[in-house]
């Protein structure tokens, strides 16, 4: 998609494998999880539209565009909290920090998500608070640069998938560190 160093862009299609992390259960990890080290990474196929990940590289957040069927228009912007990416031979890893935003599509509002088990991850010693302070901040100036209209993220609410792209698939031998 886009690759430099101001801005990059990885398009996630319908159908894509992935490596989700899940608890035992099979649901999404909490804090709990992570403290115990209780979680693992399941092999899953991505549901639903496709979306961007837009990431300045260096950055503590990503903006993840999400549509409503069809790509006909934006549904929300999400801003997913997390260590900046690090590049692989294989593609991207990061470490989520739990807290996110979503923003409406017309920029107006915006609420945080996942808050009760952000503090949880504080109170069990997982997220420092200097560093939760931080991450709120991150979240705030990802929110502005949003709503300021002339950030680098504006303009990809309107994008869409070429039709013609296939659906990748990850490279033998990607697993082995």
């Known amino acids: 998609m886009q690759d430099t160093a101001e ?4 398009y996630k299609a319908s159908g ?3 490596k989700q992390p899940v608890a035992p259960e099979g649901n999404e990890v909490t804090a709990r999880n992570r403290k115990a080290g209780n979680w693992q990474l399941r092999d899953t196929v991505w549901h639903g539209e496709g979306n961007l990940r837009l990431t300045v590289p260096g950055s503590h957040f990503s903006v993840i565009t999400f549509w409503n069927d069809g790509h006909d228009s934006l549904r929300y912007w999400y ?3 997390e260590d900046p990416l690090h590049r692989t031979r294989f593609g991207f890893d990061y470490l989520d920090m739990i807290l996110d935003v979503i923003v ?3 920029l107006a509002h915006w609420h ?3 808050e009760d088990d952000f503090d949880l991850a504080q109170k069990l010693g997982l997220i420092p608070a200097d560093r939760a302070s931080f991450l709120r901040l991150e979240g705030e100036r990802a929110v502005k640069m949003l709503q300021s209209g002339e950030s680098i993220f504006n303009g990809w609410g309107n994008w869409r998938p070429d039709p013609s792209w296939q ?3 990850l490279p033998e031998g990607w697993d082995i560190v």
């Open 7 to 10: 801005l990059l862009v990885l």
């Open 167 to 169: 659906v990748p698939t």
């Open 104 to 106: 409406e599509a017309n």
């Open 112 to 114: 945080w998500k996942d």
């Open 79 to 81: 801003v997913n909290l």
């Open 16 to 18: 894509t494998p992935w």
